[in-house]
């Protein structure tokens, strides 16, 4: 790295009247030794550290002038020169904050959401939309945050504040999406020495104070004695939802399957329906003899 022996007192008239030239190239402050600016041919004027570090020559960036004044760029200078003095290398110690930051970023809750599901292939869409539906509704100021910083504290505060503003149901669901995403993290992000970054799930703590709420599984049920006016009532609705429901009965397939068949899964002929995106993720082929006879 060859050095200009262009030397001006740092002044902010004197900054000012440097120009750009084709070329960049460096000035150096006559009172403090290795401080420089930079000029590029864009005009941009750069303060810099000139040092020897562990044999070998650095340019440690300071900030752009007219941001950074020249008082302060001296004061920066004399900092640095005496971490240097301690054996502090700042430029390695740059390049380890640089890289936390990354691994903080890396272990965002938001990223680790993604690397989940991307992780996670055969996850129906409506599953993918409630985890990021979880984390947007309810934990959305969390989502830049290191799993590392999340608490036990933290997540049981939480809890009970979703219990008081949204239900119990509400937050349990947004608790068990956060406990699947460590659980998750513990084994993809690992140390060089292969032990895990995520040492603890602190979701497993409202297990530990019983703070999980009992939902009640609904028990709203249609009655034999009801059914013949259930079934008339049925009759007066829109076709798509009369058909929808008839199916439901006829057949017990659960909501989401019913709602998604296309008729490329249904054979006429043979008098047959397939369901392929069942809750186990088995594909299952329906007879018309299973129930009670359907109407072509």
Do not use: C
Not at 77 to 99: C, F, T, Y
Not at 161 to 190: C, K, P, Q, T
Request: hydrophobic residues 40%; positive net charge; charged residues 25%.
């Amino acid at each position: 790295m060859k050095r200009s022996e262009h030397r001006i007192s740092f002044t902010k008239t004197a900054l000012d009247t440097l120009e750009a030239k084709p070329a960049r190239y460096f000035v150096y402050d006559a009172k403090v030794p290795g401080l420089a600016v930079q000029i590029t041919p864009a005009g941009t004027k750069t303060f810099y550290l000139y040092r020897w570090l562990d044999g070998k020559p650095e340019r440690i960036r300071l900030g752009r002038y007219p941001e950074i004044s020249p008082e302060l760029a001296r004061k920066q200078v004399s900092s640095l020169n005496g971490d240097i003095a301690q054996g502090i290398n700042p430029v390695a110690a740059k390049q380890v904050r640089v890289q936390q930051r990354a691994e903080r970023q890396r272990l965002a809750l938001s990223t680790v959401l993604e690397a989940y599901l991307t992780a996670k292939r055969n996850l129906k869409p409506s599953t993918r939309q409630n985890y990021r539906d979880a984390i947007r509704l309810y934990l959305l100021d969390w989502q830049d945050l290191p799993l590392v910083d999340i608490t036990q504290a933290q997540v049981v505060e939480r809890h009970a504040a979703l219990i008081d503003g949204h239900g119990g149901a509400r937050a349990n669901l947004a608790m068990r999406v956060l406990s699947a995403l460590f659980n998750f993290a513990a084994g993809e992000y690992l140390n060089p020495d292969g032990t895990s970054q995520i040492i603890l799930n602190p979701v497993k703590r409202l297990g530990q104070l019983g703070s999980w709420v009992r939902v009640e599984r609904r028990q709203t049920l249609v009655k034999v004695a009801q059914m013949p006016a259930w079934w008339s009532g049925v009759q007066t609705l829109e076709p798509t939802g009369r058909d929808y429901l008839m199916l439901l009965v006829l057949t017990g397939l659960r909501r989401e399957e019913a709602a998604g068949l296309r008729w490329e899964h249904i054979n006429l002929n043979e008098r047959t329906l397939t369901v392929k995106a069942t809750k186990n993720h088995a594909m299952f082929d329906f007879s018309g003899d299973q129930s009670l006879e359907l109407e072509v």
